[in-house]
């Protein structure tokens, strides 16, 4: 199924008959009128028209978002969200105007709508379209409008140029978001980003401030040099977390002097090693 | 004692007004699309406005715990640039069914021109056919005739008296207003509107049926605080504590919560955490923790209740 069908199927499932029904003839008058302003009154009213609610998913809808598009996580979606967006891919036949009527939408959108049009980017026909929209959002203050872009939605990983991927890492460090929900962290950690973050990790020091031990989880695979360095202060004089932390980026480390340091925290080494140290429990004990 | 601000331009206001609003007890305010204090050039402007007042200035606004709400709308002063005012039109369809929005508004007449008259019908014919509640703006100069003159306008465009709110009134207006069914809104604005002892004095007159009050506090000299301080005013000098609540409080919520945008449950048994849009987070503040603990703390007295 597609993640158009999905929706629709989920939606229908949970909201009262007339909810839907309105639902589904304001997306068949979307697709057919050709009039933008129809789509802009549909997309106000979804809030007072179905509700805020939750969107009610199984494990079993979590995988059929998955085997639809790959990496497409609606865990935490609302139905109006979902709404929204289902809106939005009532044009998918036709992409150009569903490029240029989201352009439209997010410019007038408020907050709500905002989250929902960027949690609905990888849902999108034609993908690279949508790289400027989401860079732009990214430069935004309000939290939620960061985290629909940078958690939990794989359009980042597969999109953005490495200098735009990092900076959304180094921001959602920045405004406090968990770095874990970040969808390919691991697979597009890079050299420049490891150095952006090990100043990052000074600034932080320099003003006394506490410094986010998921940090090291990307600095990790490129330590070498001054960045072994810091992350052997953080071994001997972190946090339990941060020291955890450490311990497994000196382990994800290729540079063979990583080791040795390793070696001098002997419990770390050994829970490093025998598995039962991970980042999830770095995080859930942070 | 919980209050709303049914008309103010917090875009215009800083961190600190919210702050003291919200230790008030201003749960709740409304803030009405106007101009800027001098004219925009052009409808990208305009738009980005309209943008920022269900966007960012909601955002901002929770983070101190205050429930923002907004009235959208093309401004009489604007009207007068047809060029502009016609782009403007287009572009109100796209805000004015959005989550908050309580009202088309403040419209109305300034210089009472043609141009003005023509947009104030026409938004009066979208909010009938969008079923909205409307927030009069009335003119500063040729006052009673413009007020008399908007609410005839606004039967004759067949909106129901009970759905309009004339703002923005004094002693020579209120009469009127009453009369006609409509709501009659006081904007407590130094030197150039409503002192409060006046207000007062009108609160013993006509009761508190259909009477509301509002600082339209913004970028001029003004009291972002003149609901409560009035309210405490009008209760020191001896007005019924119910009456208060009414002009304060219950009316501007019974008038703007017409048409289900603007609830009481809002603010009495507001969601944990808004998991939509994480309105916790805390970005203004800039790692100040959020106010919303602290929502229906009044301090013991405000100091200078009187205003002239």
Redesign the interface.
């Known amino acids: 199924m597609t993640p158009l069908e999905l929706l629709t199927r989920w939606l229908a499932r949970q909201l009262p008959a007339d909810a839907a029904a309105w639902l589904q003839k304001s997306s068949a008058q979307t697709r057919s009128s050709g009039k933008d ?1 129809d789509l ?2 549909a997309v ?2 979804v ?2 028209k179905l509700g ?1 609610a ?1 969107l009610v998913l199984s494990d079993a809808d979590l995988r059929d978002a998955n085997a639809s598009r790959t990496g497409w996580d609606p865990r ?1 979606w ?1 139905a ?2 979902a709404a929204r967006v289902l809106l939005v891919l009532a044009l998918e036949q036709d992409p150009q105007r569903l490029a240029r009527a989201l352009d ?1 939408l997010c ?9 929902a049009f960027y949690r609905g980017l990888p849902l999108y026909p034609e993908q690279p379209r949508y790289l400027a929209r989401a860079t732009e959002g990214l430069r935004t ?4 409008v960061f ?1 629909a872009i940078a958690l939990r939605n794989p359009y980042p990983s597969e999109q953005f140029p490495q200098a735009a991927w990092n900076q959304m890492v180094l921001k959602a460090l920045f ?1 406090g978001s968990a770095l874990w929900p970040i969808v390919g962290l691991d697979r597009r950690a890079n050299a420049e980003l490891a150095r952006m973050l090990c100043d990052y990790a000074h600034e932080r020091w320099s003003a006394g401030r506490p410094v986010s031990p998921e940090l090291w989880r990307c600095v990790g695979p490129h330590a070498s040099g001054t960045m072994l360095k810091d992350l052997e202060r953080v071994l001997k004089e972190g946090t339990d977390p941060e020291r955890r932390a450490a311990a497994l980026a000196l382990r994800a480390s290729p540079d063979p002097a990583a080791a040795p340091m390793l070696q001098r925290d002997a419990a770390l080494a050994k829970a490093v090693a025998g598995g039962e140290l991970t980042w999830e429990r770095v995080v859930a004990a942070a | 004692m919980k209050f709303i601000d049914p008309h103010i331009h917090m875009s215009a206001r800083t961190t600190d007004d919210y702050e003291r609003m919200a230790a008030a007890g201003i749960v709740a305010l409304i803030e009405p699309a106007f101009w800027l204090g001098q004219p925009r050039t052009n409808a990208g402007s305009y ?1 980005d406005y ?2 920022s007042l ?3 200035e ?2 901002r606004a929770a983070q101190f715990g205050i429930h923002h709400y907004c009235a959208i709308g093309l401004n009489a002063k604007e009207a007068n640039n047809v060029a502009l005012a016609e782009e403007v039109m287009a ?1 109100l ?8 929005v309580v009202a088309l508004g403040e419209i109305g007449f300034d210089d009472q021109t043609a141009a003005e008259e023509k947009y104030y019908r026409a938004q009066l014919d979208m909010a009938k056919e969008l079923d909205m509640v409307v927030m009069v703006h009335t003119p500063h100069r040729d006052k009673k005739t413009g007020t008399i003159r908007s609410m005839q306008i606004a039967v004759e465009q067949g909106l129901a008296p009970g759905r309009v709110i004339i703002d923005h009134n004094n002693e020579e207006t209120v009469e009127d207003v009453l009369d006609r069914g409509f709501w009659a809104a006081f904007t407590l604005y130094p030197h150039t509107k409503m002192g409060n002892e006046r207000m007062v004095e009108i609160a013993r007159r006509y009761g508190s049926e259909r009477i509301i009050i509002d600082s339209s506090s913004d970028w001029g000299v003004s009291d972002p605080l003149a609901v409560p301080k009035t309210a405490r005013l009008m209760l020191e000098r001896g007005i019924a504590a119910q009456d208060v609540e009414k002009i304060s409080y219950r009316n501007a919520l019974a008038a703007y919560g017409q048409t ?2 603007m609830a009481e449950k809002h603010w009495l048994d507001p969601a944990a955490i808004d ?5 916790e ?1 805390n ?2 503040l800039r790692g100040q923790q959020p106010r919303i603990d602290e929502l229906q703390q009044i301090p013991e007295r405000i100091k200078d209740l009187v205003f002239k």
Request: aromatic share 10%; proline share 2%; no cysteine.
């Open positions: 302003a802009y009154f106000s009213l809030a007072r805020k939750d935490d609302s109006d969200q439209q410019n007038s959108a408020d907050v709500s709508e905002l989250v203050n309000i939290k939620g985290e405004v | 738009m309209l943008s269900v966007g960012w909601r955002f572009l369809p796209r805000y004015l069914l959005k989550e908050g289900g945008q998991q939509r849009t994480l309105f987070g970005s203004v």
